[in-house]
């Protein structure tokens, strides 16, 4: 979750998180390269660190991760940081085994140059990156605004992005298919009549238990569409762009 959407200290986790957590989980362990000693991990733009707290609940014995977020407050890395699971606020050059940059890309306006600031910086000839953004141009809408998204990525763009940086993709895809046509209907109401309520954050998730479940496996279904369509090289539009890729070699 963005710390911009972070109201206070309880927190609904929307489906849609929780699936985008599942699912990048898994591509993370199936990428993440195998080492006898502990893999470390930097998750650069990390919000409230669910993703990176849900990523090593089940690795405890083998990854140490960094969180980076530069709004982090002192007193918030005071209060979590732990030995496996460290949060900074301050970029350093520490190399680490896997680099995780999931929706950051979008925030920056020189974005080429921040991939590779962090690729000098971060990455070994042998490590590897998960690099997610959202999808589709025709997409941006005012909860992006709200988010400080300068833009968004067809996977033309982004594979070009990540190909200028010396870096070559070794699995990609979409994410949440079935959520373009809702989404694109929202856009088009909001360009017609306005936005009639503020966007809702996804803290605020409260929709009891039969729909939340309902949503749930929605999810699950989606994120399988995914696999296969990755499986197969299928650019199938959804709300999210992925990739997992290493240095060109």
Request: proline share 2%; net charge neutral.
């Amino acid at each position: 979750m963005d710390l911009k959407e972070l109201r206070s200290t309880t927190i609904n986790r929307h489906p849609w998180e929780k699936s985008r957590a599942r699912f990048f989980k898994n591509i993370i362990e199936k990428h993440i390269p195998r080492k006898n000693n502990v893999s470390k991990i930097l998750d650069i733009g990390s919000g409230d660190g669910h993703f990176a707290r849900n990523l090593l609940a089940s690795h405890q014995d083998n990854f140490q991760i960094h969180c980076l977020d530069i709004n982090y407050t002192y007193d918030f890395i005071g209060q979590h940081s732990h030995e496996k699971i460290k949060y900074i606020r301050e970029h350093t050059n520490d190399e680490h085994d896997f680099i995780i940059l999931m929706d950051v890309l979008e925030h920056i306006e020189d974005d080429s140059a921040a991939l590779s600031d962090i690729i000098n910086r971060n990455m070994k000839n042998d490590s590897c990156f998960l690099i997610t953004v959202p999808a589709w141009n025709f997409l941006y809408s005012k909860h992006d605004l709200k988010l400080g998204h300068i833009r968004r990525y067809s996977p033309s763009m982004g594979k070009k992005l990540i190909s200028d940086a010396g870096l070559e993709i070794i699995e990609s895809g979409g994410l949440f298919h079935s959520l373009v046509i809702p989404r694109y209907l929202m856009l088009l109401r909001e360009r017609i009549f306005g936005a009639s309520e503020e966007v809702s954050d996804l803290g605020n998730w409260n929709h009891g238990y039969l729909f939340t479940s309902l949503m749930d496996f929605a999810f699950r279904v989606d994120n399988i569409c995914s696999k296969i369509f990755s499986l197969l090289n299928l650019q199938v539009p959804g709300l999210t762009w992925w990739a997992v890729g290493r240095k060109k070699r």
